[in-house]
């Protein structure tokens, strides 16, 4: 099955500047990637996502990458801002109803 | 007005003991999910539904059985509770088959202490 791997675990940034977590995804099959925010004691919510056919999408502070040779995605949040803090999830989906999901980025932004 | 709803939110019980949760969403999707969360925050699916059809069933100890009445309602029983079954269930809902092209709704969680 497929497999998503996230890095880095933990994240610390001062207010202001930018935060940025890989993952990579091991089928290259895998055609759809959404990206959650969970913040403490709530539920996942999707921030972002990019289909297979497109390299790069922007929402704001948010933008995600997409490098399918390389079978790496990322996300980029510029100008954090405390509400930013929270864990954030990569998925990747094999097949159109199955998302495989990447260990958590634990966000923490510094006043 | 909540898109997807769980319960109960807490459940603390003790091993051996079989307890449900329960499932409803509103928003009139077709696909269904299970998801568990334990302590290290790892969000795995465990069981999906597409108008009340199991379209995903992972390798889950089958003391879990998932019954879907209709498709606006997932519901999750567990027998004979394990220490090791803590952790947080979520539920959630997407719209058709496609799921994973869809945002999938997530409910607010139920965290389910063994002891």
């Known amino acids: 099955g497929e497999n998503v791997e996230q890095h880095p675990s933990t994240l610390s940034v001062q207010e202001g500047d930018s935060a940025v977590i890989k993952c990579t995804y091991s089928?290259?099959?895998?055609?759809?990637f959404p990206w959650y925010k969970q913040e403490l004691g709530k539920r996942p919510q999707l921030i972002i996502d990019?289909?297979?056919?497109?390299g790069e999408k922007k929402d704001q502070r948010i933008a995600v990458t997409l490098n399918k040779t390389a079978k790496h995605f990322s996300l980029h949040i510029t100008e954090t801002q405390p509400e930013d803090s929270a864990v954030y999830f990569c998925?990747?989906?094999?097949?159109?109803?199955?998302?495989?999901f990447g260990a958590g980025t634990t966000v923490t932004v510094r006043a | 007005d909540t898109a997807v709803s769980q319960t109960p939110k807490y459940l603390v019980t003790q091993m051996g003991n079989d307890k449900s949760i329960k499932c409803e969403q509103n928003?009139?999707?077709?696909?269904m999910y299970w998801y568990k969360q334990d302590s290290k925050k790892f969000l795995k699916i465990m069981f999906s539904?597409?108008?009340?059809?199991?379209?995903i069933n992972e390798t889950v100890p089958n003391r879990f059985s998932p019954k879907s009445p209709d498709k606006a309602h997932l519901n999750l029983h567990i027998n004979s509770l394990e220490l090791g079954d803590s952790a947080v269930y979520f539920c959630?809902?997407?719209?058709?088959?496609?799921?994973?092209?869809?945002?999938?709704?997530f409910g607010p969680g139920t965290r389910l202490t063994v002891t």
């Open positions: 959630a809902s997407s719209q058709g088959l496609a799921g994973g092209t869809y945002e999938q709704y």
């Open positions: 089928d290259s099959a895998s055609n759809y």
């Open positions: 990019i289909r297979s056919n497109v």
């Open positions: 998925a990747a989906s094999i097949r159109d109803y199955k998302l495989s």
């Open positions: 928003l009139g999707h077709d696909t």
């Open positions: 539904y597409n108008n009340k059809e199991l379209i």
